[in-house]
Structure formats: structure tokens, C-alpha cells
């Protein structure tokens, strides 16, 4: 199995978040959907419960090749696309660490570790659409704090499917959790406090990042922002109220497209003032 004739687990449409949406600037959208490809294809590759460790890593090798060379058939077309515009291809690299470290890391000790793996399973994404839009490094600060939020929704919504789909729990070992837990078909009362508490300390993150639409200069991508923060925010409130293993803890495509109309007019507005 290549990582060129494995079929994707989802497309952009299936993701929490937007990904190249109508708001993103037409030139723009196809270099970002490039990276989108690359990431699932990756993520494929360490999330297959049909691969050996080893197997999967071969594969990735395959796969950081093909930035620069021969190799998998996504990663040769966001190198392509990287150069042509003068992209740094350390993000690419920086997400491939951090698929690398999921077919051997399986656990994370404290809110800490958790962390430091977002800083490149999640960081990386952010860090390249704004060099790809020629936006500040200055913003950088506020786009790792909103990416990495957006990750660790993530990984509480689907804390029950990744244990027991690929044995993989993303909750901090310190916070008491009792792992087989999240094998039950409703969480325990000290499970759900738990995913609350992580929530509230997400939400830390997306108060950190709140000024980060308002700082972009392109405003097709300032109001992009603007719809995947408040769409994170309504996430963390779920989270905070509901069970991810027994309730939907997903927006329906009605309740996501009015929470992003009524994120991105103002910020379009905002800035066309």
C-alpha cells in the first residue's frame, strides 16, 4: 500500500473548520488545498490500524521525499506549489514530525506534552497560510494559540473513536484520567469533567487569538479567520455541556453556515471600512 493509492478518510468538506473556502482569495485556494492533501495523506498513512509502525514510517519518508524530489504523489505537488511561490517547505517538514511521532507516541503525559505536539501537528498549518498570503510573522503568536485550539477540539471530540479505533489517547495522562473509559458508551462523570476542564483551558487559547482576524491585511482571509474562531468558540461550548461519546458534539451545516455569516460580514465590513 503507497501513500498514493490510499483512499483519503475524508475531504475538505468533513472537516470542524473551512478549509480554501470561497472567502480565501481564488489564486490562493489551490497551493492551500495542496497542503490540505498532503496533511490527510499523511495522516492516513499514521492513523492506519493496518500498518505496522514501521511500515507507516517508510511511508512518510516516502512523503517528506517528494518536497524536494521524487516521492508521494501529494507531497510532490505541494513542493511544486511551494516553490512557485517561494514557500518555506518547514512546514511541511515541521507537520511531518509530527505524524512521524504519532505511529510511535500513543500517549501524553501532561497539558505540557500535549502541547509540544501541537506545535507541529497543528502549528505548521496557520504558520503556512500566512506565508503563503505574505502576511506578518508577527501574527505568528496569535495564529499557533487559535490552531492549536482548533487541534485540541479535535482531539476531545474524538477522544472515544481514537482509543479505540488505533489505541491513541490525546488527554493528558495527569489529569486522572482512567483511560478505559473512553472505551464506554457514555463517559463517566470524572471523564466528563475532565474533557470540561481541557475545554475551559481551549478556550484560554481562543481568547488569545481573538485579536488575530483584526491584525491580517487581506481581508478574504481576515474574515476566514474570523468564521473558524467563532466556529471554535461554539466547539468549546459543546464541549463544556456535552458527552462526546454518547451526544453530537459536531455543527449541523445549517448551524455552521449561520455561525459563519454572522462571523465573516462583520469582519468583511470592518475592514472594507
Not at 478505559?180 to 481568547?207: F, G, K, N, Q, S
Request: proline share 4%; aromatic share 6%.
Amino acid at each position: 500500500m503507497a501513500p498514493d493509492t490510499m483512499v483519503p478518510s475524508k475531504t475538505h468538506t468533513g472537516e470542524n473548520f473551512p478549509v480554501a473556502s470561497w472567502l480565501v482569495r481564488a489564486d490562493l485556494r489551490a497551493p492551500i488545498m495542496a497542503f490540505y492533501r498532503f496533511a490527510r495523506a499523511a495522516d492516513d498513512i499514521a492513523d492506519c490500524p493496518k500498518l505496522a509502525a514501521g511500515a507507516k514510517l517508510g511511508m512518510l519518508a516516502r512523503m517528506r521525499a517528494g518536497l524536494d524530489g521524487p516521492g508521494a504523489d501529494e507531497s510532490v505537488a505541494l513542493g511544486a506549489a511551494m516553490a512557485a511561490r517561494g514557500i518555506d517547505p518547514v512546514h511541511a517538514r515541521e507537520l511531518l514530525d509530527a505524524f512521524v511521532r504519532d505511529c510511535t507516541v500513543n500517549r501524553y503525559a501532561d497539558w505540557d506534552d500535549l502541547l509540544d505536539y501541537c506545535r507541529y501537528s497543528a502549528v505548521p498549518v496557520g504558520r503556512y497560510v500566512l506565508d503563503l498570503h505574505g502576511e506578518s510573522r508577527s501574527l505568528w503568536a496569535a495564529s499557533d494559540a487559535l490552531c492549536t485550539a482548533l487541534q485540541i477540539i479535535n482531539h476531545l471530540q474524538d477522544c472515544g473513536k481514537d482509543y479505540r479505533l488505533i489505541d491513541r489517547v490525546y488527554i493528558p495522562l495527569d489529569t486522572g484520567l482512567v483511560v478505559t473509559d473512553l472505551a464506554l458508551d457514555r463517559a463517566t462523570p470524572a471523564l466528563r469533567a475532565i474533557i470540561a476542564t481541557l475545554a475551559r483551558r481551549t478556550r484560554e487559547m481562543l481568547v488569545q487569538s481573538a485579536g488575530f482576524a483584526r491584525g491580517i491585511r487581506d481581508r478574504r482571509l481576515a474574515a476566514e479567520v474570523a468564521v473558524i474562531h467563532r466556529l471554535a468558540v461554539s466547539l468549546c461550548d459543546m464541549l463544556e455541556t456535552r458527552d462526546p461519546l454518547s451526544e453530537r458534539v459536531h455543527h449541523g451545516k445549517w448551524q455552521a453556515a449561520w455561525l459563519a455569516l454572522g462571523a465573516a460580514l462583520p469582519a468583511l465590513a470592518r475592514r472594507a471600512a
